[in-house]
T-cell receptor, first 113, second 114 residues
Framework: DVKVTQSSRYLVKRTGEKVFLECVQD?????MFWYRQDPGLGLRLIYF???????EKGDIPEGYSVSREKKERFSLILESASTNQTSMYLC????????????FGDGTRLSIL | DQQVKQNSPSLSVQEGRISILNCDYT??????FLWYKKYPAEGPTFLIS?????DKNEDGRFTVFLNKSAKHLSLHIVPSQPGDSAVYFC?????????????FGEGTQLTVNP
């Protein structure tokens, strides 16, 4: 059974902290994505990666960075967390050539206090 | 500005009836459209897609219709089942290879009552 696993379901952090959200997929997919989901706004792409060490900015990359050191792992980093980054974060993956995000993780609900 | 809009935040239908979820878009460059389904506490799953060269795509109980002149697409579920209760997101892209630029709607919560 294919799986995208996000390390935390719920996370509470403080303003100014550096926050790491981890995502691991076991399908050997080349493409990985980070989205955030907010009420009334749908899903918005933060960053995506199409290969190890490769990354591209999505629609709302400000305040975030990513790391893809291994094919199966894609990390989202909040350099200095702010309250407006309180959100549901969703990781997704897809194989090369199947460009749309196919498999999503269950999400991490992040609260910044 | 919201380029993909799902104007109904919620929809309730009886089991066995048709569910129709609607989605409007403003960007005429969009030419590929997808629907995702999301259960509570789970990530979205891809449901069905349609390219702008078609006006209909069917997969079992699910059919997506595209009206390019009206910039409108809809998802029909027939017959609706209680297990279909979920949030449905429509999404659009300007090119088939630009999955990185999917624009999602806000989602519609579908409830199918037994």
């Amino acid at each position: 059974d294919v799986k995208v696993t996000q390390s935390s379901r719920y996370l509470v952090k403080r303003t100014g902290e550096k926050v790491f959200l981890e995502c691991v997929q076991d399908m050997d997919h080349e493409n990985m994505f980070w989205y955030r989901q907010d009420p009334g706004l749908g899903l918005r792409l933060i960053y995506f990666s199409y290969d190890v060490k490769m990354k591209e900015k999505g629609d709302i990359p400000e305040g975030y960075s990513v790391s893809r050191e291994k094919k199966e792992r894609f990390s989202l980093i909040l350099e200095s967390a702010s309250t407006n980054q309180t959100s549901m974060y969703l990781c997704a993956s897809s194989p090369a050539g199947a460009w749309k995000p196919q498999h999503f993780g269950d999400g991490t609900r992040l609260s910044i206090l | 500005d919201q380029q993909v809009k799902q104007n109904s935040p919620s929809l309730s239908v009886q089991e066995g009836r048709i569910s129709i979820l609607n989605c409007d878009y403003t960007n005429s460059m969009f030419d590929y459209f997808l629907w995702y389904k999301k259960y509570p506490a789970e990530g979205p799953t891809f449901l069905i897609s349609i390219s702008s060269i078609k006006d209909k795509n069917e997969d079992g109980r699910f059919t997506v219709f595209l009206n390019k002149s009206a910039k409108h697409l809809s998802l029909h579920i027939v017959p609706s089942q209680p297990g279909d209760s979920a949030v449905y997101f429509c999404a659009a892209s300007g090119e088939e290879t630009s999955g990185s630029r999917l624009t999602f709607g806000e989602g519609t919560q579908l409830t199918v009552n037994p």
